[in-house]
């Protein structure tokens, strides 16, 4: 995994203005590192558009005219929409170069990332060598930091609000949509690597000795340091933490513990024993009723298991191996890819993602019996095998979901308590699922700087540090597919929610470096978030 060195794409020589980024910008959890300053051009400013009322968005479909996942392109009958449509970043400006489509590069197992040859990436238009520059930048340079520290919790409302725009500065065409990238200065040796899983050899930044030099933007990051023994005892800790003993725990109110888990950022609590029981339980419970659930555009089911606890069923829909060909976002959910991300989330210790499980079901004995009359009305028999085919923008009786024999695997994902209320909104960096038309970041370089960082809800509190935070997280379960995001409604210091990571693992052989795209524009990642990459990277966990 490159992805650290991916990350200092964003910073380059020549924006040495290493500014701390506003101070509007608070990271209540941790520090944040920040390479390139935000531009602010007065003259790209004004065309900001900052329309509340076009940018709220509530219903459970995309409303999105350009959005048209595949099932769509492959010839599909789009249902009409009659709800209020957004704008999703506007046509190709002519003569601009634009990101390539997301398409899967079916790169060869063991060819590594970020190979030169490759072709249609993120860094399509920079020079190769800079390319293979910047990716061996060693980890341990060091860079100014900013020092965005906690503060006290802003007092305005939460808003609803993205930016959609329509209006667009005029620009130089030939002025690149990528992030900056030294193409003069070749950066130092990398210094050798660290054995994976620690050791007693000299970790490279050991003893805080960086190597001299600066990082790509001209800044200092403090890298973590740990003596070997130290570092041992932390992977061991680490190992321990993300273990998880799943046993039964009799007597005990799972659904309660988890709903008392629930907080304004993060969904369960880090080094909890009762997230080995919970998730027993969930795999194990009786369930008393199922139902279709509209919400959302996938094939799922809703659960109710026994306790009163509701918890979303995605069925299994490839085999392990399967690979998924063509663009990234392609293919019906993965339930193994939904259940990866959770423990990803753990591994992360982001804590923002829903709690899942896999669980085999006999469709014929667990389910039927106790179906709603409209779930069991989508059940059909094929080639002996129990399918279900449900109720949603997607579904269709020719696309059924089939058990093996009678039993069908599945993830299931604990419906979370209505503490707090979902709100939807449109994600800045939404794709437009289209081939023949471009998402306006996909063209402009300064997208994150005019349209996002100036504007509600990403110019105060900890939402563009948390979206930087789901891009690392959808970079790595391969997520091309996050449309939209759910916060809690009203709640100023919302994380966002790690709902819905099942457009994830679909091709192992291919690295999709658009997804990091945020990151690279923004140029903007929490500390804490760097730390861990890092740690993990140095110890061979990630
Ligand atoms: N664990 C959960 N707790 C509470 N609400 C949930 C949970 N999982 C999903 N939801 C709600 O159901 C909606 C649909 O779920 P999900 O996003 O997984 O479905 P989807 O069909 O993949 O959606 P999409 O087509 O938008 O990608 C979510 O947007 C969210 O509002
Ligand atoms: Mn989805």
Redesign the pocket.
């Given at each position: 995994m490159k992805l650290i060195k991916k990350l200092w794409v964003c910073g380059a020589p020549g924006n040495s203005d290493s500014a701390p980024i506003s101070p509007r910008i608070p990271d209540t959890s941790s520090k944040s590192v920040h390479v390139l300053p935000p531009q602010n051009r007065p003259e790209i400013l004004a065309h900001r558009r900052n329309d509340p009322s076009q940018s709220s968005y509530h219903g459970?479909f995309?409303p999105d005219p350009n959005y048209r996942p595949e099932r769509y392109r492959r010839g599909g009958n789009a249902p009409s929409r009659d709800y209020q449509l957004f704008n999703a970043g506007g046509g190709l400006p002519q003569g601009v170069n634009r990101y390539p489509p997301a398409v899967a590069y079916n790169r060869k197992p063991n060819e590594p990332p970020l190979a030169p040859e490759q072709p249609q990436k993120l860094l399509q238009n920079l020079p190769n060598s800079s390319i293979s520059q910047v990716a061996n930048f060693p980890i341990s340079q060091t860079t100014k930091s900013s020092s965005t520290s906690a503060s006290s919790a802003t007092s305005s409302s939460t808003t609803t609000s993205t930016t959609t725009t329509t209006a667009e500065p005029s620009k130089p065409s030939s002025k690149r949509a990528l992030p900056r990238v030294s193409t003069t200065k070749a950066p130092p040796e990398p210094p050798k690597k660290a054995p994976p899983g620690g050791g007693s050899k000299r970790d490279q930044s050991k003893g805080g000795k960086a190597l001299p030099g600066k990082l790509p933007g001209g800044g200092s990051l403090p890298l973590p340091t740990m003596k070997p023994s130290i570092r041992k005892k932390f992977i061991e800790d680490e190992i321990d933490r993300i273990g998880i003993k799943i046993e039964e725990k009799a007597n005990t109110n799972h659904w309660e513990i988890a709903r008392d888990w629930l907080r304004v950022r993060s969904v369960y609590p880090q080094n909890h024993q009762g997230l080995g029981s919970l998730m027993f339980a969930m795999t194990n419970t009786k369930i008393m009723k199922a139902d279709i659930?509209t919400?959302?555009?996938?094939l799922?089911m809703m659960f109710y298991l026994q306790g009163n606890q509701r918890a979303?069923f995605k069925p299994k829909r490839y085999e392990r191996e399967h690979v998924i060909k063509g663009n990234a976002y392609d293919g019906y959910?993965r339930h193994n890819g939904e259940i990866a991300s959770f423990h990803l989330d753990r591994i992360l210790n982001f804590r923002r993602a829903?709690i899942v499980v896999g669980r085999k079901i006999n469709l014929e004995t667990e389910i039927l019996p106790v179906a709603t009359q409209r779930l069991k009305d989508t059940f059909k028999k094929k080639n002996g095998n129990t399918c279900f085919y449900g109720q949603?923008?997607y579904c269709k009786e020719t696309e059924l979901a089939c058990g093996h024999g009678e039993i069908m695997e599945g993830s299931l994902?604990?419906?979370?308590a209505d503490t707090f209320t979902?709100e939807?909104v449109r994600h800045p960096y939404q794709r437009t699922y289209r081939d023949d038309k471009s998402a306006k970041w996909e063209t402009d370089p300064d997208y994150c700087s005019v349209y996002v960082k100036p504007n509600p809800p990403y110019d105060k509190g900890v939402r563009l540090l948390d979206m930087m935070d789901m891009a690392i997280f959808d970079f790595i379960i391969g997520n091309a597919?996050r449309?939209?995001y759910?916060v809690w409604a009203e709640q100023p210091e919302s994380m966002i929610i790690l709902?819905?990571n099942?457009?994830s693992f679909g091709n192992p052989h291919h690295d999709e470096l658009s997804i990091l795209a945020p990151v690279a524009q923004c140029c903007l990642l929490r500390k804490s978030t760097f730390d861990r990459l890092v740690e993990l990277k140095e110890r061979g966990l990630l």
């Open positions: 459970p995309h659930l919400k959302g555009t996938q799922k979303i959910d829903p949603c923008y994902t604990l419906w979370m979902l939807k597919d449309h939209h759910e709902l819905d099942a457009k």
